[in-house]
């Protein structure tokens, strides 16, 4: 599957990812049908599991400033980079990402790794994917905590905001990945932390899966993904498992998105949910209040 037009990494940013100081953490790799994809798995092997997943054009980067936190608190740690993010491999085409690739490579993920009871923390497509991976592969998941991101069916109204996005992710010629990051957070990234989510991304064709997830999302209910939305939500409507929110108050793309599932979500019910100080990517502007919220929620689920 998604052989043709395939590429190898090249060698010569192994050695950028080598300079990026705040991200020491050992490469991890594992074969998704096929294909490549690379993790961080951060402390004790019997410790309880927490499943990191990045959003666009993000990659696990994101999490330096958390993974430390959680591994001192006993965690098993993972988080991977997702296929054409990251250290994982890159794929030449947009054409060559979908829905359903990407739900079935993460599924692949936790089964290669034989992940159990975890509690996942997804944020922008991270929380799209995590949610679709509850009702995939809900055995071994025990909680799930969202932010910034929901599976959208194509009926709901977006902001103009989206649209830009979606346009833009597909026509710009440049991406300068550091620079998007940077605009969705409320603090300023150095320049140190904006090259280094650039690393992954230093030629065209390696951002093909930036340049196609935006417009996977449903905005009309005759979407090509819509039917995917819908069977999640299907199966999400009777999931009685935890799940807590932390979106912030100052992403403009998905302010107020949590409702949908604090509405629909029965495991919503009866959770400590937060609003969180920041912008889109909350991992930058929060890592702290997001550490003292996993943990917090871990804890108060039964094995």
């Given amino acids: 599957m998604v052989k043709q037009g395939q590429k190898k990494e090249d060698s010569i940013h192994l050695n950028v990812y080598g300079e990026i ?34 959003g666009v054009p993000s990659w696990s980067y994101i999490y330096r400033n958390i993974i430390p936190a959680l591994v001192n608190n006993g965690f098993r740690v993972i988080a991977p980079d997702m296929i ?9 085409l947009a054409s060559q990402h979908s829905y359903t690739y990407h739900i079935g490579w993460l599924s692949t993920f936790i089964n290669n790794l034989d992940l159990n009871q975890i509690v996942l923390f997804g944020q922008d497509w991270g929380a799209i994917l995590g949610m679709h991976l509850a009702v995939r592969v809900p055995d071994r998941i ?17 902001p103009l905001i989206f649209y830009i996005w ?26 140190t932390e904006r090259d280094a989510y650039e690393a992954p991304f230093l030629t065209k064709w390696k951002k093909s899966a930036i340049r196609a997830l935006p417009s996977l999302v449903p905005t009309r209910p005759n979407h090509p993904t819509a039917h995917l939305a819908w069977e999640a939500w299907e199966k999400l ?42 912008g889109h990517f909350i991992q930058e ?3 702290e209040e997001i550490v003292e919220q996993i943990i917090k929620f871990t804890k108060s689920i039964k094995q």
């Fill in 21 to 54: 100081s705040s991200y020491p953490f050992k490469e991890h790799w594992t074969k998704v049908i096929g294909l490549r994809m690379h993790y961080v798995d951060e402390g004790p092997k019997e410790g309880p599991v927490i499943l990191l997943l990045h």
């Fill in 84 to 92: 054409g993010f990251g250290k994982s491999e890159k794929l030449v």
């Fill in 142 to 158: 025990r909680g799930l905590i969202l932010s910034n991101g929901v599976i959208l069916t194509g009926e709901e109204k977006l």
């Fill in 166 to 191: 979606k346009w833009y992710t597909r026509f710009s010629p440049r991406l300068p990945v550091g620079r998007l990051i940077d605009f969705g957070c409320k603090r300023k990234l150095t320049k």
């Fill in 237 to 278: 409507v009777h999931w009685e498992k935890p799940v807590l929110t932390l979106f912030s108050d100052g992403d403009p793309i998905t302010r107020n998105a949590e409702k949908m599932i604090l509405q629909r979500i029965p495991g919503a019910s009866a959770q400590s949910h937060k609003k969180l100080i920041g």
């Fill in 285 to 287: 502007d929060a890592p």
